[in-house]
């Protein structure tokens, strides 16, 4: 049986890895968002990647804490924020396009 703690451990295992998940998948749309103003737009694309990548697996080190089940819990919470970065993208394109396709009402 669990105690209190540890239930309290992987809470805030798998809340640190969701907050990884939501900079680290940001931090991607942002990233793509920028490159068609951006030149050379590969160099922002390698620096945006390494240092999300090195951010993300710093940030998993210290929430493994020789445990594994912190680590499970980390990726559950990093696996669902991708999810829930990705729905909430993917309906701000949508919203703006239909408000790009919206006929005008200017005279």
């Not at 809470?11 to 050379?40: C, D, H, N, Y």
Request: proline residues 2%; without cysteine; glycine residues 8%.
């Amino acid at each position: 049986m669990m105690t209190m703690i540890e239930i309290l451990d992987i809470a805030i295992a798998f809340t640190e890895g969701a907050l990884l998940g939501v900079f680290f998948f940001v931090g991607l749309w942002l990233t793509v968002r920028k490159l068609e103003s951006f030149q050379p737009a590969a160099l922002l694309f390698l620096g945006s990647m390494l240092l999300r990548i090195g951010i993300v697996v710093l940030g998993f080190y210290f929430i493994l804490d020789d445990n594994w089940q912190h680590l499970l819990a980390g990726l559950l919470g990093f696996t669902l924020a991708r999810i829930m970065i990705l729905r909430l993208t993917r309906r701000m394109e949508q919203s703006n396009q239909l408000i790009n396709k919206a006929p005008s009402h200017e005279s």
